[in-house]
């Protein structure tokens, strides 16, 4: 099974200040087809189920802010958010699309 | 606007059954791969499980294989997970959420609103 290990568990910015969250894969997640690798990123608010931000490590879902990027490469990827927002106050989680069993990291906390 | 609705969540006892539903909207529904994704109370997101749009395709999770079976209905536009041996550690919200395409690994986009299974006696 591919472990996604998220960093750091949680982390506290300033309104307008930059967050970014690490997300390491055991093993490659490059895919073969399109040379693109299977990451993506959520969001998910309190109460609410989890929203789709980025998928292929960086191509950013329709509607999303901006301010939301996601980059990496090999086995190391992030999640910017480039000038926090209050709405922006969850808990997100990568996860790779490349293999059975679908697997999650275990989330980073990001609070004001 | 795909929407999907989620019910059969409820308290069971050990070693009980549950059949939870997904009910989706909006799309050709075939056409899309669906899976269960569960969160237990205060802890991270676990994929449970994946199916095909035809149906042939079925994948689980170490933790339910054996325990969990998914199915669908195309003609009713419906997701199912029967759910039988339960065990405390069940105990969580579950989430249908489509996949991005009609079979294969995918993201999950978008995600029903999740219903609650408590396992306890």
């Known amino acids: 099974d591919i472990v996604m290990t998220q960093s750091p568990d949680s982390l506290a910015v300033s309104l307008g200040e930059r967050a970014t969250i690490n997300c390491n894969s055991s093993?490659?997640?490059?895919?073969?087809?399109?040379?693109?690798?299977?990451v993506a990123w959520y969001q998910q608010r309190p109460g609410q189920p989890p929203n789709l931000i980025i998928y292929?490590?960086?191509t950013r879902e329709s509607g999303v802010p901006d301010r939301f990027s996601g980059a990496g490469s090999g086995t190391d990827f992030t999640l910017t958010i480039s000038s926090l927002q209050t709405e922006d106050v969850a808990v997100y989680y990568c996860?790779?699309?490349?293999?059975?069993?679908?697997?999650f990291g275990g989330g980073t906390k990001v609070e004001i | 606007e795909v929407q999907l609705v989620e019910s059969g969540g409820d308290l069971v006892q050990p070693g009980g059954s549950l059949r939870l539903s997904c009910v989706v909207s909006?799309?050709?529904?075939?056409?899309?791969?669906m899976n269960w994704v569960r969160q237990a109370p205060g802890k991270g997101l676990e994929w449970v499980s994946f199916i095909s749009g035809s149906g042939i395709n079925k994948y689980y999770a170490d933790s339910v294989t054996g325990r969990f079976t998914i199915s669908r209905d195309n003609s009713k536009n419906t997701l199912y997970l029967q759910m039988d041996s339960l065990r405390a550690d069940d105990t969580a919200v579950y989430y249908c959420?489509?996949?991005?395409?009609?079979?294969?690994?995918?993201?999950?986009?978008?995600w029903g609103q999740g219903t609650l299974v408590t396992v306890s006696s």
């Open positions: 996860q790779q699309h490349y293999a059975f069993p679908l697997t």
């Open positions: 093993q490659s997640v490059l895919s073969r087809s399109n040379n693109k690798h299977c």
């Open positions: 292929w490590a960086s």
């Open positions: 959420a489509k996949g991005y395409s009609s079979a294969g690994v995918s993201w999950f986009d978008p």
């Open positions: 909006g799309l050709t529904f075939n056409n899309y791969a």
